[in-house]
């Protein structure tokens, strides 16, 4: 099977699982604005947790639920990110934005659904280590963290710098992958360093690729909007760097994810496969 369709089997499986979930919800127009925010992503980080635990022996539907927590979770911090108070965005995935969709309220709350679900779903494979693990990805020392420090970027008296930008990024990109793709190893009881790594590495590039996507990028085919960083006055990846030392650097790290993955030897092509996407992908 090809990565194209790998990635797009396992997006339908974790949208199967998820549309399980909130056929558990009393129907309600936030049940409706949930559901218009999980579609159309490419479930990569669902993804990562499938593979992360197959090759870790955890069952088949386990995985997957895990994998349907990771998505809801990610699902909200963008319904909450496109608000007019945060990244004031009207498109998303190539649809109107929740708040657009819908109106500023319902979104707010179908966000906050949306991580309830994400934490309810983490709670149902039974282990309280990944529950945790998933709150300190989410919160005030990961994902929240990164977006707070992107927002008061805004304001700055000067750009940031690159060790700041990385900071940030580790925090708002890297934290969701980091649990992503250590499901398996904590589910498991496995040593968690080889997938820490490749998730650490993975995420930076993930970011500089989407630095990339704004500065050059269709915003047709990404199904967002792009240049807004420019606009902004934003430092990036991208205006720190140079484009193509940027890309340089993307590459770099695509090399040293591959590389974290020596000790699970051919059994991960297919991470291979998808770290490769990443700095290939054009949304």
Known sequence: MTFPSA????????????????????????????????????????????ESCALHGVPPATALTAAAAIEAMHAYSLVHDDLPAMDDDDLRRGRPTVHVAFDEATAILAGDALQSLAFQLAAETGSAALVAGLARAAGAQGMVLGQALDIAAESAAAPLTLDQIIHLQQGKTGALFGWSC??????????QAPLAAYARALGLAFQIA????????????????????????????????????????????????????APYGDQAATLRDAARFVISRDK
């Open 182 to 191: 250590t499901v398996g190893p904590v589910l498991s009881g496995a040593d």
């Open 210 to 261: 989407d630095d990339l996507l704004d500065h050059e990028g269709d915003e047709a085919t990404a199904g967002k909007r792009l240049h807004k960083d420019a606009a902004a006055g934003k430092a990036t990846f991208v205006s720190l760097l140079g484009l193509e030392p940027a890309r340089a650097r993307a590459a770099e790290l695509i090399s040293q994810a591959c590389d974290a993955l």
């Open 7 to 50: 990635l797009g089997a396992a997006a339908e499986a974790v949208a199967g699982r998820l549309d399980s979930a909130l056929g558990t919800l009393p129907d309600s127009r936030v049940r409706t604005a949930m559901a218009h925010a999980l579609v159309g992503g490419k479930g990569l980080r669902g993804f990562l947790v499938l």
